[in-house]
C-alpha cells in the first residue's frame, strides 16, 4: 500500500510534507523526461533506491552521533538533487528548505526529518530490483 499525503504540518519546518513517492511516478518521470526503455527505467529505479538508502543511512548515522554533523547541509543538498532527479520538486524544496534552515545555523527535529524523509521515499526503499545490481538488503 502505497502511504498517502501529510496532510499536518511537520513542525520541524512550518509546512506540509509532500506526497508519498511512488515507484509508478517515479518510472513514468524517467521514461518521460530521458525517453528511456523499460531496462534503463529499472536502472534508474534501483540507482535511485541506492542512492536513498545511502543517504539516509549517512542521515542516520549523523543524528545519531555516529559521523560528525559537519557537512550534514551538503547531505540535504544532495537529498535535493537526487529528488530533482526523481522528478519529485515538492522534496527538492522540502530539502532544500531543510538545507537552508541548516545554513542558517536553525535546529532542526532530526527524528521528525529523518522520519518524514523515510515514509516519504518508503515504496522506493522497498524496491527490490530485476537485476542481479538491485537495491536489496541495503540499508
Keep these: 500500500m502505497t502511504p498517502q499525503r501529510k496532510d499536518d504540518r511537520d513542525p520541524a519546518m512550518g509546512i506540509s ?7 509508478v511516478k517515479l518510472r513514468n518521470h524517467f521514461r518521460q523526461k530521458y525517453q528511456l ?16 538508502k545511502q543517504g539516509l543511512a549517512r542521515l542516520t548515522a549523523v543524528f545519531s552521533g555516529d559521523e560528525p554533523v559537519a557537512g550534514i ?8 538533487g537526487l529528488f530533482l532527479n526523481m522528478g519529485e520538486a515538492e522534496w527538492a524544496a522540502y ?5 537552508r ?8 527535529d532530526h527524528t ?10 518508503a515504496e522506493v526503499l522497498a524496491y527490490h530490483g530485476t537485476s542481479d545490481a538491485a537495491c536489496v538488503n541495503e540499508s
Design 17 to 23: 510534507s509532500p506526497a508519498a513517492v511512488t515507484l
Design 37 to 52: 526503455n523499460e531496462m534503463q527505467v529499472e536502472l534508474m529505479v534501483e540507482s535511485s533506491c541506492k542512492s536513498l
Design 73 to 80: 547541509e551538503d547531505l540535504f543538498h544532495g537529498f535535493k
Design 95 to 99: 530539502t532544500k528548505e531543510i538545507e
Design 101 to 108: 534552515k541548516l545554513l542558517a545555523g536553525e535546529q532542526i
Design 112 to 121: 521528525m526529518i529523518n522520519g518524514i524523509l523515510r515514509y516519504g521515499v
